[in-house]
């Protein structure tokens, strides 16, 4: 009787449990490695036994390759090697990686269009190369050490790349996926970020301990993602090829290039055995599902932008922006600042055209502006303007958005100009008395916009450039100004289940 009772109470026990967790909180691991090292020949073995080895345990992860290295590839005849990454996502991790000038240092002092057809100019090979040989577009980019530039993104988007896959600490939310220059973005994760050493001795325990932790919290929040990188050449190197080669701005030439120092066999075989046992252990815990760059983008597909946003949303939104400028978290969608700049307008333009609130409306997707505000010179800045110029104000904007795919730097209401951010504010009171009263006011008045998006955005400092390829004490104050302009594009990315 008393074991017919300790029964009850176990099933019970579970019975109540599995009522009350509903589904297992999904905790996405994607796995990706940067496979870069052209000079040192055994790294070619090391990318195809992991690749190998990740085929042979159901797992597939993303290798992002560089220009140099598929070209290498090619010459020293490594079909196989091709054949076994060809398995898993192929990604871009730039054209020749660590050669100066490396993209943040040819980048310093660009503006945002010159600047994004540098990089497409000196990184498109690389991508075209990459394409050539693996025979597939690569899915993904991620930047060289920390050569991290927000003129990359719509040079990618132009050579077919549809996810920024990395990790630094320029932009971010939270440590979780986010919408950034037009792109998903796994970067600045740290908190989600786990890799175990390869050192062996107490590695693989450590590892094990870090990913739990992260584990763990995203499945106390009701899910997210991991990220994990690696390089091939760590298995088998005692020093990255480009530290040894390129370290604080030498520039050798490649007759003069050095190998890398090898580990010893044994210790490179410990480290892939530790690397098959923490693969195992992540992949048999509940909830979780090693991902590609192509599943991420599925994952976190952006619902806003097939969404048809109507009055409340536009009158909801209209508010907002009177008080703050920044993304905003909907149930299954987020919107950009720039969504909502894209929104306003074309629901201001539909108000001014028709008199009447727009039925529905879709978001067409842009960048942010191209260089900070500036007042314009003389005069006096008005406090109201008349309906008619300010109605031709929004036209003009509407055009120069089409014909560019990004915001304004100013909005010109005749010989005045307007910020970006006190365009919204005043475009959020017009439309909120519009959609109230039923017309546009014949004045509309001026407010002031706060745009707080940037605060997602790292400060320009040494430390964030911290990547030994660059020449001692390198930093790029105008990158980070640029990148504080296209927080406008930057929006948590939300799951979709
Ligand atoms: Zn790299």
């Known amino acids: 009787m008393k074991r017919v009772l300790h029964l009850l109470v176990i099933l019970l026990a579970i019975t109540a449990r599995a009522a009350g967790q509903g589904p297992t909180p999904p905790v996405y691991v994607t796995l990706w490695f940067d496979t870069e090292d052209y000079i040192l020949p055994q790294d070619d073995d090391a990318a195809k036994r992991l690749a190998e080895m990740l085929t042979s345990l159901g797992v597939r992860a993303t290798f992002k390759v ?56 000196r990184e498109a090979q690389g991508a075209r190369d990459v394409q050539r040989i693996f025979g597939v577009t690569p899915v993904a980019y991620g930047q060289p050490g920390s050569a991290w530039a927000p003129q990359a993104y719509p040079a990618l988007r132009e050579m ?35 890799r175990m050493d390869l050192r062996g001795g107490t590695s693989l325990a450590e590892g094990k301990a870090r990913f739990t932790k992260s584990y763990d919290a995203l499945r106390a929040k009701g899910g997210g993602t991991i990220s994990i990188y690696y390089h091939p050449n760590e298995w088998v190197h005692t020093q990255f090829w480009d530290a040894v080669n390129f370290s604080r701005g030498a520039n050798p030439p490649r007759e ?25 252990f992540m992949k048999a815990l509940p909830g ?16 806003a932008l097939t969404r048809n946003f109507r009055r409340d949303d ?9 008080k703050e400028i920044t993304f905003q978290r909907f149930d299954g969608y987020a919107l ?6 894209s929104l306003l307008n074309s629901a201001m333009t539909a108000a001014a055209e028709r008199n009447e609130p727009p039925a529905e409306i879709k978001i067409a997707r842009l960048d942010g502006p191209a260089r900070t505000y500036t007042a314009s010179a003389g005069g006096k800045p ?16 509407a055009d120069f958005s089409r014909a560019t795919g990004r915001m304004p730097d100013e909005v010109w209401i005749g010989s ?10 005043t475009m959020g009171k017009a439309l909120e008395d519009a959609l109230t009263t039923g017309k546009l006011p014949a004045e509309i008045v001026r407010q002031a916009g706060q745009f707080t998006a940037d605060r997602n955005v790292a400060a320009d400092s040494p430390a964030l450039w911290g990547w030994v390829i660059f020449p001692e004490g390198f930093h790029a104050p105008h990158i980070m100004e640029l990148a504080r302009l296209q927080a406008w594009t930057l929006k948590p990315a939300v799951l979709q289940r």
């Not at 044994?266 to 690397?275: K, L, S, V, Y």
């Not at 590609?292 to 619902?303: G, H, N, Q, R, V």
């Open 256 to 280: 003069e290039w050095k190998l890398p120092g090898t580990r010893p066999a044994a210790e490179t075989e410990q480290a892939f055995q530790d690397f098959e046992q923490y693969v195992r």
């Open 160 to 194: 077919g790349i549809g996810m920024y896959l990395d990790e630094a600490d320029h932009v971010g939310i939270d440590d979780q996926p986010f919408f950034y220059g037009g792109m998903l973005n796994v970067f600045k994760m740290r908190s989600n970020l786990a």
């Open 336 to 341: 950009s600042a720039a969504d909502e700049f």
């Open 288 to 303: 979780v599902r090693f991902v590609t760059a192509t599943e991420l983008m599925k994952i976190y597909d952006d619902k």
């Open 66 to 121: 560089v220009g140099e290295k598929a070209r290498v590839l090619e010459s020293r005849g490594r079909t196989d090697v091709i054949a076994a990454l060809k398995r898993h996502d192929i990604g871009y991790h730039s054209n020749t990686h660590s050669q100066q000038p490396t993209i943040a240092v040819y980048l310093q002092n660009a503006g945002w269009e010159d600047g994004r057809a540098e990089f497409f100019r």
């Open 314 to 322: 536009i009158l909801g939104l209209a508010r907002a922006v009177q």
């Open 382 to 397: 008005s406090s109201t303007y008349p309906r008619s110029a300010f109605v031709r104000a929004v036209k003009d904007v």
């Open 416 to 425: 005045e100009s307007l910020s970006p951010a006190d365009y919204v504010a």
